[in-house]
């Protein structure tokens, strides 16, 4: 059996090193919008803070920072998709979260991922169906839509998702050697590929603190039920 750092060797060491002189820039940029997320957390209203150990929204924008720290992992190992997986989870967990703890406030936290389990079961708890339902703002909806269904596209199979994949059968007809290990070479460092990531890393990070401050704002105006 390998161990873990023979699997890395094998299958990673190539697209470390190709992207070994822009990891300054991919963990400056992720190291920002953490600060910026932990900052947003100190500066909220005190008696929202108070009550933070019972509100799924404070779980899930906490957990937001490790998966911003797993995120530059992915961006190491060149698994662009699964970066956009990540963030497509942080802006649909936030918008779950704000919805039940809107609709549900005074509910203790347990019961809460109850509902949530429920809800998922029940479908239309995901995506545009689900943004629809929440109390955010009409631009705020519209702009969590757009972001939503960019990641989206690289999440599902899509032409977007696949471009890369493209560029591996187009190189791969032309060699004379192994052509299938060319095509199933999907990680390899990609600069156009990571700014647009790390693009969407900044949208994602202003979209969820977006959402938090509407939460924060209904709470300090007495608007929650």
């Known amino acids: 059996m390998k161990s873990v750092k023979q699997l890395i060797d094998l299958g990673y060491s190539r697209v470390i090193e190709e992207g070994k002189d822009n990891f300054d820039e991919m963990f400056d940029t992720l190291d920002e919008i953490n600060s910026e997320i932990l900052k947003h957390i100190y500066q909220l209203d005190p008696d929202l803070i108070a009550i933070k150990d019972n509100l799924l929204i404070a779980v899930r924008l906490t957990e937001c920072i490790k998966i911003f720290d797993w995120i ?3 961006f190491l190992l060149g698994s662009y ?5 990540e963030l497509r989870f942080m802006v649909e967990s936030m918008c779950q979260a704000f919805y039940i703890d809107y609709n549900h406030f005074s509910t203790p936290l347990e019961t809460k ?3 949530l389990k429920a809800l998922g ?3 239309n708890f995901i995506g545009s169906q689900l943004i629809d339902k929440t109390k955010l703002n009409k631009s705020l909806k519209k702009e969590m839509k757009e972001i939503y269904g960019i990641l989206s596209n690289y999440v599902h199979p899509s032409s977007e ?3 890369f994949l493209f560029k591996r059968i187009e190189k791969a007809m032309r060699s004379q050697n192994d052509k299938l290990s060319l095509i199933l070479d999907v990680n390899k ?4 590929i990571v700014e647009d990531c790390l693009s969407n890393c900044n949208s994602v ?5 977006k959402i938090n401050t509407r939460f924060e704002e209904l709470f300090k105006n007495n608007e929650i039920p």
Not at 81 to 85: F, I
Not at 189 to 192: G, H, T, Y
Not at 205 to 209: A, D, G, S
């Open 189 to 192: 460092f990609e600069r156009s």
């Open 113 to 115: 991922f109850e509902i």
């Open 161 to 163: 998702e696949s471009k």
């Open 205 to 209: 990070k202003e979209l969820i603190l």
């Open 121 to 123: 079961n029940y479908g």
């Open 72 to 74: 530059l992992i992915c």
């Open 81 to 85: 998709r699964s970066v956009y997986k």
